[in-house]
């Protein structure tokens, strides 16, 4: 948290504004590899007090880790989100993308709220492409005992059916006025298009959407989430 304050992009300190860009690179890098290797150390702490028993970070997921927390702390004070506001992390398969998933979740439930509502517990929606996939999600957080909000496919939680009155069939899908959401979580973010893609935007809901950067994406439909994610794990479990 003190180095997003030290370096906030958007009112960057007298200190920062004084360093040159090449410097100013390097302390930040610098910044990073020192709350890299706190995190980490925290990491191995928790699990041995049993807190969380299936997370032995990588590297990889350490830095994700920090990464999505800072950025939701960051995202939450603003009063407009932009399209930048989508995290991306890129893993490959058996990188631990569902553990990293799952442990950050775990403490964003358990340690944060939301700054417009800090007396009530953060509101966390899971989604999917498909239906399936949704199932796989779902039973990943199960175990690693995360209670979401919302865990289901993406057109559930955007779009209600519009049905016709005489014949009772769906006729076609409305989209919802309001997302009740702090967080939307994407998995499979890879598969999805880019029309669903910008509805979830329009919400104004900060998005960290999760995937396999090296899968290929559905030819003509690919919003691009996962063509250069923000982090990336690539240390193979």
């Given at each position: 948290?003190i180095?997003?304050?030290?370096?906030?992009?958007e009112?960057p300190?007298p200190?920062?504004?004084a360093?040159?860009k090449?410097?100013?690179?390097?302390?930040?890098?610098?910044?990073?590899?020192?709350?890299?290797?706190?995190?980490?150390a925290?990491?191995k702490?928790?699990?041995a007090n049993?807190?969380f028993?299936?997370?032995?970070?990588?590297?990889?997921?350490?830095?994700?880790?920090?990464g999505?927390l800072?950025w939701?702390?960051?995202?939450?004070k603003?009063?407009?989100?932009s399209e930048?506001?989508?995290?991306?992390?890129g893993?490959?398969?058996?990188?631990?993308k569902?553990?990293?998933?799952?442990?950050?979740a775990?403490e964003l439930?358990?340690?944060?709220?939301?700054?417009l509502r800090?007396e009530?517990?953060?509101?966390?929606?899971?989604?999917?492409?498909t239906?399936?996939?949704s199932?796989?999600?779902?039973a990943?957080?199960?175990?690693a005992?995360v209670v979401?909000a919302?865990?289901g496919?993406?057109?559930?939680?955007?779009?209600r059916?519009h049905v016709?009155?005489?014949?009772?069939?769906v006729k076609g899908?409305?989209?919802?006025?309001?997302?009740?959401y702090?967080?939307?979580?994407?998995?499979?973010?890879?598969?999805?298009?880019?029309?669903?893609?910008?509805?979830?935007q329009?919400?104004?809901?900060?998005?960290?959407?999760v995937?396999?950067?090296?899968?290929?994406a559905?030819?003509g439909?690919d919003?691009?989430?996962m063509?250069?994610?923000h982090?990336?794990?690539?240390?193979?479990?």
């Amino acid at each position: 948290n003190i180095l997003n304050e030290i370096f906030d992009e958007e009112q960057p300190s007298p200190f920062v504004r004084a360093l040159p860009k090449a410097e100013l690179q390097v302390r930040m890098e610098e910044g990073s590899k020192v709350v890299a290797e706190a995190s980490k150390a925290l990491a191995k702490v928790q699990v041995a007090n049993g807190q969380f028993t299936t997370w032995d970070p990588s590297e990889d997921q350490v830095r994700a880790n920090r990464g999505i927390l800072d950025w939701f702390l960051r995202v939450t004070k603003k009063k407009h989100l932009s399209e930048n506001d989508i995290l991306t992390i890129g893993g490959y398969a058996g990188s631990g993308k569902t553990a990293l998933v799952g442990h950050t979740a775990k403490e964003l439930l358990n340690n944060h709220r939301h700054p417009l509502r800090p007396e009530a517990p953060l509101r966390v929606a899971f989604a999917t492409y498909t239906g399936k996939a949704s199932q796989v999600l779902d039973a990943s957080l199960q175990r690693a005992e995360v209670v979401s909000a919302y865990t289901g496919t993406i057109h559930r939680l955007m779009y209600r059916p519009h049905v016709d009155e005489r014949t009772g069939r769906v006729k076609g899908w409305i989209k919802q006025d309001v997302m009740p959401y702090d967080l939307i979580v994407i998995d499979e973010a890879s598969m999805v298009p880019t029309k669903l893609v910008e509805d979830l935007q329009s919400y104004g809901v900060p998005i960290l959407a999760v995937g396999d950067h090296g899968q290929l994406a559905p030819v003509g439909e690919d919003a691009g989430l996962m063509a250069d994610p923000h982090y990336r794990l690539e240390t193979i479990h």
